[in-house]
């Protein structure tokens, strides 16, 4: 906005400089502020280009509000509103201020840069136009008081307090009194003077600061003061560190770990930090043990972090794949088959029963195939499927029979299937066109195992001992064997 120098002798001739002590008047509940952005680009503000940078009156204006806001939030009591949130508007005076009417605004305070019709490296400070006229109202006493603070205060960054002037025919301050609205407009320096360009506005960093000062300002006009741990700001939560500024990143509060991304907001589900994938509770806490999530099972180690990989808890293995997925089932890792718990996602070890049939996975999990021993036993698992055989079994050409009940290979003894009589030695094979002594008597055996001596084989019988299909227990009748169509071969 373009001003000329004379006013700043009408602005001595009105003071320079006002009491900063008028007590201020917070509405009930939360102060509601309208911060206002000034001009846009349909309505291009004062301007200068210096060393080839060119210093935009609507620009540095909407950074100076984004920043004043961010810092006001850091107080209680107080809901901070602006009126553009973009340089691509089309707002008028009119409509800046029926934002704040519409909001039943305590205050709007309109953020501006002042400039001379010529380049003055001389001319420079804060300048403030408020509602005159009505003297004793009391939105003008207030607008008036506000404005004598954010001046006032704006000396901490370097800014001459060159007071205020009678503002009723800006349009700004002549709807705020239209609508009692405390309303006022903060000139910040001068744009023609490439020295302020330089100091105030020379960088983001330089304009939040100029913004700071206001929003300290307007806080200690209105007595709130910074807010500490967490606080929410519509639907979102932030945590602020004992000088009031939001935290990001990983903050432990009250024994639990919470996650606050780049904008300072709690983290909830799941999420990506540093290519890792962390699980958080509805309340932002880092989440810890099993998770079931989209029908899936997860396990989360301390501090929310969703375990991958090959890893124990205890004395139990389990493996996720590399989203987090707990394996469960079969699985096949490495050219070892797996066999995961489908409700905890442990892989299994020791002799287990799936379904109908029996499995052996040693103590890393690993399915184990062929001639295992399982404990005083010795068991044979299929090689292509790993489950446990059991019945007539032939193997390299030799025949052995395998408890129905424990799979455990049989040795020393008679078996007596579909009427015939079959011997096995010490190693479990079935005797073969051979002759042998079993307890101290002679027999011979054909070329499929069966004793050929009817009368021995009938005294055999007194003393077989055979598998029991049943029940799987050794017994000393004889009991026949349930038949098999042929034996099992590997």
Same mark, same amino acid.
């Given at each position: 906005m373009?001003?000329?120098l004379?006013n700043?002798? &009408?602005? #001595?001739?009105?003071?320079?400089v006002?009491c900063?002590?008028?007590?201020?008047?917070a509405s009930? !509940?939360?102060?509601v502020l309208?911060?206002?952005?000034g001009?846009?680009?349909?309505?291009a503000? &004062?301007?200068?280009?210096?060393?080839g940078?060119?210093?935009?009156e609507?620009?540095?204006t909407?950074?100076?509000?984004?920043?004043?806001?961010?810092?006001?939030?850091?107080y209680?009591g107080?809901?901070?509103?602006?009126?553009?949130f @973009?340089?691509?508007?089309?707002?008028d005076r009119?409509?800046?201020?029926?934002?704040?009417?519409?909001?039943g605004?305590?205050?709007?305070?309109s953020?501006?840069?002042?400039s001379t019709? $010529?380049?003055?490296?001389?001319?420079?400070?804060?300048?403030?136009?408020?509602?005159i006229?009505? $003297?004793?109202?009391d939105?003008?006493?207030?607008?008036?008081?506000?404005?004598a603070?954010?001046?006032s205060?704006? @000396?901490?960054v370097?800014?001459?307090?060159?007071g205020?002037?009678?503002?009723?025919g800006?349009?700004?301050?002549?709807y705020?009194r239209?609508?009692?609205i405390?309303?006022?407009?903060?000139?910040h320096?001068f744009? $023609?003077?490439?020295?302020?360009?330089l100091?105030?506005?020379g960088s983001? #960093?330089?304009?939040? #600061?100029?913004?700071?000062?206001?929003?300290?300002?307007?806080?200690r006009?209105?007595g709130?003061t910074?807010?500490r741990g967490w606080?929410?700001i519509?639907d979102?939560?932030?945590?602020?560190d004992?000088?009031?500024?939001?935290?990001?990143?990983?903050i432990?509060?009250a024994?639990?770990?919470?996650?606050l991304d780049?904008?300072?907001?709690?983290?909830?589900?799941?999420v990506?930090?540093?290519?890792?994938?962390?699980y958080? $509770?509805?309340?932002? @806490?880092?989440?810890?043990g099993?998770?079931?999530a989209? !029908? #899936?099972?997860?396990y989360?180690?301390?501090? !929310?972090?969703v375990?991958?990989?090959?890893?124990k808890?205890?004395?139990?293995?389990?493996y996720?794949?590399k989203?987090?997925?707990?394996?469960r089932?079969?699985?096949?890792?490495k050219?070892?088959?797996?066999?995961?718990d489908p409700?905890t996602?442990?892989?299994?070890?020791g002799l287990?029963?799936?379904?109908?049939?029996?499995?052996?996975?040693?103590?890393?999990?690993?399915?184990?195939?062929?001639?295992?021993?399982?404990?005083?036993r010795?068991c044979?698992f299929?090689?292509?499927t790993?489950?446990?055989? @059991?019945?007539?079994?032939k /193997?390299?050409? %030799?025949?052995?029979y395998?408890?129905?009940?424990?799979?455990a290979?049989?040795?020393k003894?008679?078996?007596?299937?579909?009427?015939?009589?079959?011997?096995?030695?010490?190693?479990?094979?079935r005797?073969?066109?051979? %002759?042998?002594?079993i307890?101290?008597k %002679? /027999?011979?055996?054909?070329?499929? !195992?069966i004793c050929?001596?009817?009368?021995?084989?009938?005294?055999?019988?007194?003393?077989?001992e055979?598998?029991t299909?049943?029940?799987?227990?050794?017994t000393?009748t004889?009991e026949?064997?349930?038949?098999?169509t042929k &034996?099992?071969?590997?």
């Amino acid at each position: 906005m373009k001003k000329i120098l004379k006013n700043l002798a &009408a602005a #001595a001739m009105l003071g320079l400089v006002f009491c900063t002590g008028v007590t201020s008047h917070a509405s009930n !509940g939360n102060v509601v502020l309208v911060l206002d952005p000034g001009h846009d680009v349909h309505d291009a503000g &004062a301007r200068r280009t210096w060393n080839g940078v060119t210093y935009a009156e609507e620009t540095i204006t909407l950074k100076m509000a984004q920043y004043c806001k961010e810092e006001l939030e850091k107080y209680s009591g107080i809901v901070v509103y602006m009126t553009r949130f @973009s340089n691509n508007v089309d707002m008028d005076r009119y409509d800046r201020v029926k934002v704040a009417k519409d909001l039943g605004a305590d205050a709007l305070v309109s953020l501006h840069i002042n400039s001379t019709g $010529n380049q003055q490296d001389t001319v420079s400070g804060a300048l403030a136009y408020v509602p005159i006229s009505s $003297n004793k109202a009391d939105y003008a006493v207030e607008a008036r008081a506000l404005a004598a603070d954010i001046v006032s205060n704006l @000396s901490t960054v370097g800014m001459k307090n060159l007071g205020y002037l009678k503002g009723e025919g800006l349009g700004i301050i002549y709807y705020g009194r239209q609508w009692k609205i405390p309303t006022m407009i903060i000139e910040h320096g001068f744009v $023609n003077n490439p020295s302020d360009c330089l100091k105030y506005y020379g960088s983001d #960093a330089k304009i939040k #600061a100029v913004a700071v000062a206001d929003a300290t300002a307007i806080a200690r006009h209105y007595g709130i003061t910074k807010m500490r741990g967490w606080n929410q700001i519509g639907d979102e939560w932030i945590y602020l560190d004992k000088n009031g500024n939001k935290k990001t990143g990983w903050i432990t509060d009250a024994g639990k770990e919470y996650y606050l991304d780049e904008e300072g907001h709690k983290v909830s589900g799941f999420v990506k930090i540093n290519d890792k994938k962390y699980y958080f $509770n509805e309340d932002g @806490s880092a989440y810890s043990g099993f998770l079931q999530a989209n !029908g #899936a099972l997860y396990y989360v180690k301390n501090g !929310g972090q969703v375990m991958t990989g090959r890893f124990k808890i205890g004395e139990k293995q389990y493996y996720a794949a590399k989203g987090g997925k707990l394996y469960r089932g079969f699985k096949v890792r490495k050219g070892y088959k797996y066999y995961f718990d489908p409700e905890t996602g442990a892989a299994l070890s020791g002799l287990q029963k799936i379904g109908a049939n029996y499995y052996y996975f040693d103590v890393a999990g690993r399915m184990q195939t062929g001639w295992v021993k399982v404990g005083s036993r010795t068991c044979y698992f299929k090689k292509s499927t790993g489950v446990r055989r @059991s019945g007539w079994f032939k /193997y390299r050409g %030799k025949y052995y029979y395998l408890n129905p009940k424990t799979g455990a290979k049989m040795k020393k003894r008679w078996v007596v299937y579909n009427g015939n009589y079959y011997y096995l030695d010490r190693k479990g094979v079935r005797l073969t066109g051979t %002759k042998a002594v079993i307890d101290g008597k %002679k /027999y011979r055996f054909d070329a499929n !195992g069966i004793c050929k001596k009817k009368t021995r084989a009938e005294a055999a019988r007194q003393k077989a001992e055979q598998v029991t299909p049943e029940t799987g227990n050794v017994t000393s009748t004889t009991e026949q064997v349930t038949p098999e169509t042929k &034996a099992l071969s590997e």
